[in-house]
């Protein structure tokens, strides 16, 4: 199957207006993902992510289906571990310049209250940057 290309540098709906095609390709988030820590992990919906791998107690690793094109996204993370404990989120594995992983998005899930690494059954996160 081939696609097709539309060009345009901007969409204006009916009513609402005009906005200039660069804010939706460089203002869409480019991958979301809602998974369970819990178990076996499991991507409960998404964009742009094709797996999930467990690394341990609160730990986590999605891989990006399409890689971001360099390490200089944004990304906002949610989730909740227990009734009146909340999970704080974190990624790690950053290279040795400090820079986000391209390839993939690696998730440590810890309690508010104390720090502790746990695995969490609400996970979500929201990368916006550019892609590949």
């Known amino acids: 199957m081939t696609y097709g290309k539309i060009v345009a540098d901007q969409i204006q709906h009916s009513s609402e207006g005009t ?63 227990d009734a009146g404990v909340h999970a704080g989120f974190s990624m790690f594995n950053y290279d040795a310049t400090g820079a986000l992983p391209t390839a993939n998005f690696p998730i440590k899930a810890f309690k508010t209250n104390d720090t502790a690494l746990v695995d969490v059954k609400y996970s979500t996160a929201v990368i916006f940057g550019d892609l590949a």
């Open 19 to 81: 906005v200039g095609t660069q804010y939706v390709v460089s203002g869409s988030a480019k991958a979301h993902i809602n998974f369970n820590m819990t178990g076996t992990p499991a991507i409960r919906d998404g964009l742009n992510f094709s797996s999930i791998t467990d690394g341990g107690q609160g730990i986590n690793t999605a891989v990006y289906t399409n890689n971001m094109g360099n390490a200089n996204y944004t990304y906002v993370t949610g989730g909740e571990y």
